[in-house]
Structure formats: C-alpha cells, structure tokens
C-alpha cells in the first residue's frame, strides 16, 4: 500500500463491430499563459492510415480464431482552423470500387487514391471485410442518414446529389 509500483496499461477489445470508425485528434487545447485561459490549436499532422487491410486481430481477446480485417469506405476531411473550416468527403463507390471526393456540391472520381491519405483526414470509416452488412453490390445509396450526415457534415445532400449526377450521366 501507499507505495509507488511500475505499471502497464493495455488495450484490448472483447469483439468488434462490422463498421469501425476511428476519430484522429486533430484539435489540442491547453492552459493558456493566463490563469483561466486555454489556448486551441489545429494538429496537422499526417497520420499514415491503411486504406485495405486494417488487421486488429491481435487487439481482439475473444479468441476466437477469426480474423478481424477492415476495408477503408470513407475519409470525412477538415480543412481549415478552428474559428472556421470547411468539410469534405471521400467515399468509396461499393459497385465500381472507386473513389470519389465530396466538395459542397460537387463530385468527383478520385484518379489516384493515395490522395486520399491526407493531413486533412478526420474520420476514417472501415468495413469489415467478411460482413454480411453492405454487401459490395450495394453503393452509396444504401449508406444509413447518419452515414451520410457524419460524412458530409457541411452539406449532407451531396452524396444523395452525386448518386444522381452518375445515374443520369
């Protein structure tokens, strides 16, 4: 008792979900040089993400024996600072397996996707890869409201709007 002991702190998880969302911390707020002030910053740092094959087998404790591999669907992006930013998306199309990046009203296919890896990224959405939710015959249209909301959060019409512009093109 009352003694100070070396300690190990360790993650794991009991089971996982088939839709995996990863929040980065993209926003730092500290005591400022005044007693009750805080000072806010922007982190834009580029943090390397895998776009297939997120592994997290060895964070699974269940023991199981299956493997536990994500696909990356969608990226929400930041762009800007704290007193004002603006928010795009990548999304990846289920039926062409292609990329496309949300703008506003604007839609457009992403010709290299290693693009989409960026210090603007603020959201990563993986997808299971053996799910049965989803399945690749699908496409954005199938994506739930708050998919979609949380993807687009400045206008969340566009990815409905983009759906439209390559049905009628």
Not at 33 to 46: G, P
Not at 131 to 155: N, Q
Request: glycine residues 8%; aromatic residues 14%.
């Amino acid at each position: 008792c009352k003694e100070h002991v070396r300690a190990f702190k360790q993650l794991g998880l009991w089971s996982v979900p088939d839709v995996f969302i990863v929040g980065l911390k993209r926003f730092h707020y500290s005591q400022g040089w005044r007693r009750h002030s805080v000072t806010r910053e922007k982190i834009n740092s580029l943090v390397d993400f895998p776009i297939r094959g997120l592994d997290v087998s060895e964070y699974v404790m269940s023991g199981s024996g299956e493997d536990y591999i994500y696909d990356l669907f969608a990226v929400s992006n930041h762009s800007g600072g704290l007193g004002g930013g603006h928010y795009t998306a990548y999304a990846r199309n289920f039926r062409n397996g292609k990329w496309y990046d949300f703008n506003d009203r604007s839609c457009t296919e992403v010709r290299d996707e290693r693009n989409i890896i960026s210090s603007r990224a603020y959201q990563l959405f993986y997808r299971r890869r053996n799910s049965k939710l989803w399945p690749m015959e699908l496409h954005v249209e199938a994506y739930p409201t708050f998919l979609r909301e949380s993807m687009v959060s400045a206008h969340p019409s566009t990815l409905m709007s983009c759906v439209a512009m390559r049905k009628y093109r």
